[in-house]
């Protein structure tokens, strides 16, 4: 067995299926996630999970070997090794970070009362509670540049949020200057480049504000989500970065007592579910 199987397979077996938010069940032979588990949290195939597990499959995807590293919990030392044992390079440091740390996936496991998401220095979704997709829209119904906040927000707009003129200003800004940001912190990244290279091309007002060459910290905002199966929730979002990964946890709050914090704890309670035809439709993907 090779070094990259036995440790996908090593890994695997000693997460368990409560430390992924999963139900253990009866009849399991072994504490660890099933192999169909993993392949579902990588989103992959169980015959690909298999294959990779049983030395078959060979040089893996950086992709692929980065939804593994999540989907496993592993540290940044585990994944270094992981894709050292695929015949892949580490991830540089001269690109945008993607690894979720265990400790952040705790955060957003055990802290559901309030929507919460994490992202790029870019705004490239990774991952979200229940609560959050409840809200805001399925992150996982979104492919390629769609998982991208900056992308959606200047080529489709924001249908299903509204902001006072204030915050919206603020809000287009801020994401613009993030982008540059990272351009100075991430030289390197191609795909960062592409971005910015198709929002330039794509959006006049990306255009526009780009030529400001802003750099500034991302601001809290208050929106109102009006596309929710419990009628608008107006939240304040904050946005909160991790330390020594670049990443953002972005939590979604509502004022204490008030009745939008009322319709978020119903929401909790509901779900991805629709209620009676008294109230809007689903979600929609938001920002």
């Given at each position: 067995?090779?070094?990259?199987?036995?440790?996908?397979?090593?890994?695997?077996?000693?997460?368990?299926?409560?430390?992924?938010?999963?139900?253990g069940g009866?009849?399991?032979?072994?504490?660890?996630?099933?192999?169909?588990?993993?392949?579902?949290?990588?989103?992959?195939?169980?015959?690909?999970?298999?294959?990779?597990?049983?030395?078959?499959?060979?040089?893996?995807?950086?992709?692929?070997?980065n939804?593994?590293?999540i989907?496993l919990?592993?540290?940044?030392?585990?994944?270094?090794h992981?894709?050292?044992?695929?015949?892949?390079?580490?991830?540089?440091?001269?690109v945008?970070?993607h690894?979720?740390?265990?400790?952040?996936?705790?955060?957003?496991?055990?802290?559901?009362?309030?929507?919460?998401?994490?992202?790029?220095?870019t705004?490239?979704?990774?991952?979200?509670?229940?609560?959050?997709?409840?809200?805001?829209?399925?992150?996982?119904?979104?492919v390629?540049m769609?998982?991208?906040?900056?992308?959606?927000?200047?080529?489709?707009?924001?249908d299903?949020?509204?902001f006072?003129?204030?915050?919206?200003?603020?809000f287009?800004?801020?994401?613009?200057?993030?982008?540059r940001?990272?351009m100075?912190?991430?030289?390197?990244?191609r795909?960062?480049?592409?971005?910015?290279?198709?929002l330039?091309?794509?959006?006049?007002?990306?255009?526009r504000?780009?030529?400001?060459?802003?750099?500034?910290?991302?601001?809290?905002?208050r929106?109102?989500v009006?596309?929710?199966?419990?009628?608008?929730?107006?939240?304040?979002?904050?946005?909160?970065?991790?330390p020594?990964?670049?990443?953002?946890?972005?939590?979604?709050?509502?004022?204490?007592?008030?009745?939008?914090?009322?319709?978020?704890d119903?929401?909790?309670?509901?779900?991805?579910?629709?209620?009676?035809?008294?109230?809007?439709?689903?979600a929609?993907?938001?920002?």
């Amino acid at each position: 067995m090779s070094e990259f199987a036995s440790v996908l397979r090593s890994w695997r077996n000693r997460l368990t299926p409560a430390e992924v938010g999963l139900p253990g069940g009866s009849g399991r032979r072994s504490p660890g996630l099933r192999r169909e588990e993993l392949a579902a949290l990588a989103n992959v195939s169980v015959d690909y999970v298999v294959r990779l597990e049983q030395g078959r499959a060979t040089h893996p995807s950086p992709q692929l070997l980065n939804a593994l590293a999540i989907a496993l919990r592993l540290d940044s030392g585990e994944r270094d090794h992981l894709y050292r044992s695929a015949g892949a390079a580490p991830p540089s440091p001269a690109v945008v970070p993607h690894h979720i740390t265990p400790g952040v996936h705790r955060i957003i496991d055990r802290l559901g009362d309030v929507p919460m998401a994490v992202f790029t220095a870019t705004h490239d979704i990774l991952l979200w509670n229940p609560l959050w997709a409840a809200l805001a829209g399925d992150p996982s119904r979104l492919v390629g540049m769609e998982r991208n906040l900056v992308w959606r927000y200047f080529t489709t707009g924001h249908d299903g949020v509204e902001f006072d003129e204030q915050h919206e200003e603020e809000f287009s800004a801020d994401l613009t200057a993030d982008l540059r940001a990272a351009m100075g912190r991430y030289p390197q990244d191609r795909g960062l480049q592409r971005l910015v290279s198709r929002l330039r091309a794509t959006s006049p007002e990306f255009e526009r504000r780009w030529a400001e060459a802003r750099v500034a910290e991302h601001r809290a905002s208050r929106k109102t989500v009006t596309r929710t199966s419990v009628g608008p929730i107006t939240v304040d979002c904050d946005v909160l970065t991790v330390p020594g990964g670049d990443l953002r946890i972005v939590v979604y709050t509502a004022v204490p007592g008030s009745e939008d914090e009322a319709k978020l704890d119903l929401l909790r309670v509901i779900g991805l579910q629709d209620l009676s035809s008294g109230f809007a439709g689903s979600a929609t993907a938001a920002g």
